[in-house]
Nanobody, 116 residues
Framework: QVQLVESGGGLVQAGGSLRLSCAAS????????MGWYRQAPGKQREVVAG???????NYADSVKGRFTISRDNAKNTVYLQMNSLKPEDTAVYYC??????????WGQGTQVTVSS
């Protein structure tokens, strides 16, 4: 069973940056593709970015050019560097398998709040 723990969220002003981390209890090298998702109040959860085991990345149009996903297989960790943050980026951010997340793997997420 894989456990995913997100961290790094917080309150930041518009234009600021945050770096999120997702620590996996198992080997993410074996897991394969990983992704970051987010859920804003009153909205459905959406995919933000994904990274394949060989490093290929994909991004939602809304974050292209501002967010960067990366992974460190040796540390079983996936990161999301978020720059030029906007108020509409405010959400709880989660990591999970990509592109099809596993329901049992959803963690508590980490709250990101961007003030205008």
């Amino acid at each position: 069973q894989v456990q995913l723990v997100e961290s790094g969220g917080g309150l930041v002003q518009a234009g600021g940056s945050l770096r999120l981390s997702c620590a996996a209890s198992g080997s993410i090298f074996r897991i394969g593709a990983m992704g970051w998702y987010r859920q804003a109040p009153g909205k459905q959860r959406e995919v933000v970015a994904g990274i394949r085991d060989v490093g290929n990345t994909n991004y939602a149009d809304s974050v292209k050019g501002r967010f960067t996903i990366s992974r460190d297989n040796a540390k079983n960790t996936v990161y999301l560097q978020m720059n030029s943050l906007k108020p509409e980026d405010t959400a709880v951010y989660y990591c999970n398998l990509y592109p099809i997340p596993i329901e049992a793997y959803w963690g508590q997420g980490t709250q990101v709040t961007v003030s205008s």
